[in-house]
């Protein structure tokens, strides 16, 4: 009969759900707080970095990176990698997207990718940020699923990516949720922190003024912001951007402040104009549950409503009726549309391999740390490098001070090992200068 292990059911489940749990956390849906990066994004930027798709390259088919990622560091669903990387090109979701797609890669409407054997991509200049160095042994690497090559386990990131991108993922018990910032502002923080490691979070705070949504939109209050960046955690309001039209007869129509008190006795017809929306509100889902409510006599006073969004932006008209207050409707479309959003931000990382809830200072000092890592290492790689050019250097040195004599041994010799012994044997040179003399 065969042994039999015994275990404790209860046991077996609590262990086997913390392995799975914690698979999740740090291997799939938590971005490390150096580069700002979860697995799957990391191995596609990598992997397009190897088969050489820089940023004023030409573009290749989707198809073959999503191949090559999965053939080689993400052995999971082709789907699962084409949605990451259709994310990391979208302009509506990144505020600095890190693949440049060419062809059809979805649309703020909720419009879905083309197929990715239709679709093309490269880096952007910003990714190339990311992996700067990353041949100079300046970040750690280990064997990739089937130990058959290398993948990097974080990147060199130049650029401070998790802040400036954000990043959203539900794990097991926890989720993260960062708004994308604005790079000059990032940049001036870390310059300052760099300059007091003492500077105080109000100070910080005079950087860093809120988050910047590549969709806009007016954020409403400060209590979020201070609260996300004190504790880590803070609900942000955010509400579309608008503004009034007025219409005058036989006149082209022009923008009018709001609040603006009409002359007494005239009621002129006016358009609320929405050019920017809430971020990741679906703007064509949006405007469905505008129409939906007028409809239902729930919202009164619009009698026409217009999509004239294009390349150059989001413009969504809504007529009012004649005399209509724009304010009211307004007020309304914000009270029941997504016209006003939360975001519900949190600052979850991993931090040495744990997830941690972080402030704003510490966001940035752990980047700092990274930094500083990253250009010890790259230059103590440099180092190694001009030892290794100079020592080679001092051996020709050698080798054309004694001319004649090096090139009477090299044709007396049989073959290169002979050569090399007797170079070796007659002048001060190591194995490695006398093989670059042969060479």
Known sequence: MPNVLKVNIEEEMKTSYLDYAMSVIIGRALPDVRDGLKPVQRRILYAMFREGLLAGKKYSKCAGVVGEVLKKYHPHGDQAVYDAL???????????????GQGNFGSIDGDPPAAYRYTEARLTKIAEELLQDIDKETVPFAPNF????????????????????????????????????????????????????????????????????????????????????????????????????????????KEVPLFEIEPEGKAFKEKIIITEIPYQVNKAKLIEKIAELVREKKIEGITEIRDESNREGIRVVLELKKGEMPEVVLNNLYKHT?????????????????????????????????????????????????????????????????????ISIIRKSQNPEEAKMKLMNRFPLTEIQAQAILD
């Open 146 to 253: 089937d130990a058959t090559t290398q993948e990097p386990l974080v990147l060199p990131a130049r650029i401070p990516n998790l802040l400036i991108n954000g990043s959203s993922g539900i794990a097991v018990g926890m989720a993260t949720n960062i708004p994308p910032h604005n790079l000059n502002e990032i940049v001036d923080a870390l310059i300052k922190l760099l300059e007091n490691p003492q500077i105080s979070m109000e100070e910080l705070l005079e950087f860093v003024k809120g988050p910047d949504f590549p969709t806009g939109g007016t954020i409403y209050g400060i209590e979020g912001i201070r609260d996300l960046y004190l504790t880590g955690r803070g609900l942000i309001r955010i509400r579309a951007k608008v503004k009034i039209e007025r219409e005058t007869k036989g006149k082209k129509s």
């Open 86 to 100: 259709v994310r990391l090109a979208q302009d509506f979701n990144m505020r600095y997207p890190l693949i440049d």
């Open 338 to 406: 997504q016209m006003e959003t939360t975001f519900g931000g949190i600052l979850l990382a991993i931090v040495d391999g744990q997830p941690r809830i972080l402030n704003l200072k510490e966001a940035l000092w752990e980047f700092l740390k990274h930094r500083k890592d990253v250009v010890i290492k790259r230059t103590a790689f440099d180092l190694k490098k001009a030892e290794h050019q100079a020592h080679i250097l001092l051996g020709l040195k050698i080798a054309v001070e004694n001319l004649d004599e090096v």
